[in-house]
């Protein structure tokens, strides 16, 4: 039985990985298209910004994590499927397919803002990583040059859009950057020159997390002089101007967009009905209705959790589990045996704060402060893939620790 993933991202990998492990000896191939060669581990894309890890130790190669006897990589983009002829339609050629999985993530959605697209950075892929990096540094580099304090102030205004955990968690780690490293060597910048704006729409940040994390959050975010903006929806944006609908007007020079994401678009050539969110529904054993061997799984599923009744979000621990039942309900069919619906089990939320302090929540605990930051991090060793990995992330994190984070901008 040929099986066809396609996405290699935390759902796809893993799915991948553990049908590896578990379906040597039996008569099940496994071909992964992926657009990269590696994994991407997003969790701790803002640490690569901001030096706490190499950027280079966020990634795992995909042959080295999947080097089993019945699966086979190829690195690839998929342009379509084709339900009715079983086919998928990738850069590469036609492949064809028994089962077939759609694992391909999300993009950033900009919600039609206009502008938004066209001025905002993002936080997706490994570029995106590379790009925010050196951004920073080039605008240090330039603002160093500039003698006038206001002109340095337009420069050096970081605005992010979205407090969810990646807004929130870029905004404050960032000011780590600035605050504890750069301010150090940049010494024609002025600190008032200096300003994190972080804005959200709704009127509180963290959504999802508990009321009293929260309002703890925001104490924290506010005492570090970031300048949050909550109830402020944009309106549009113009190359280095955001403009409110409450008529506020923020020059900036760099401009973040953490607000939202939509599935991969790669869904619309299903010819299925997609949510508002570019999701495409799947019943309890995560399958397209109608269509038995057809696997949505991940960001691009639209999968009601049966505890609350309303879609999964789009994180990385429902992708895992995901991709865990759906290795498990591979194998049990091709037992002819059944398997009871996919269940979500939350284990927790997690955010970090900078200056190692974060909220957590994880079952019934709810933690702050330094504990909930050393939780947030250990959890996250315990994710990634591989002994070589964690080592390296420890040496990474244990560097940082006793020596100043790199401020060498490689362009
Ligand atoms: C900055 C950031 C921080 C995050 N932090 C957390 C966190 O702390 N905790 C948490 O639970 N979640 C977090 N998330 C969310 C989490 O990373 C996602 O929910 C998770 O990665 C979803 O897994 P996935 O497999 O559906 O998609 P992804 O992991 O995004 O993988 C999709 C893969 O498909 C590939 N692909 C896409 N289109 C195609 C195509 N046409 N052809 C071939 N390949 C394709 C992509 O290249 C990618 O490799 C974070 C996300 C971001 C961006």
Known sequence: MKIVIVGGGFAGAFLARYLGQRTKNTNIDVVLLSKTNYLLFQPFMIEGIIGDIEIRHLVTPLRTMLDFPNIELRRTKVESVNLDAREVETYSGTVTYDKLVLAPGSETNFFGIPGASDFCHQLKTLNDVLDLRAMILERFELADLEKDLAKQRQILTFTIIGAGP???????????????TLARYYKNIHPDSVRIILIEATSHILAGFDKDLVQWAEEK???????????????????????????????????????????????????????????????????????PDVFVLGDAARAIDAKTGKPLPPEAQVALQQAKYVAKLIKKEAENKPLKPFKFVRLGRLASLGSRNAVTQILFFRFRGFWAWFIWRTVYLFRFRGIRNKVRLIFDWTFAFFFDRDITLMR
């Open 166 to 180: 990646t807004g929130v968690e870029l905004a404050t780690g960032v000011h780590d950057y600035v605050y504890e």
């Open 221 to 291: 975010i506010v005492s570090k002089k970031i300048d949050l903006k909550l109830n402020s929806t944009v309106e549009k944006i113009e190359q280095s101007t955001v403009y409110l609908k409450n008529g506020e007007k923020i020059e900036s020079d760099i401009i973040i967009w953490t607000a939202g994401i939509r599935a991969s678009r790669l869904l619309r050539s299903l010819g299925k009905p997609l949510d508002r969110m570019g999701r495409v529904e799947v019943n309890e054993w995560l399958k397209i209705p109608g269509h």
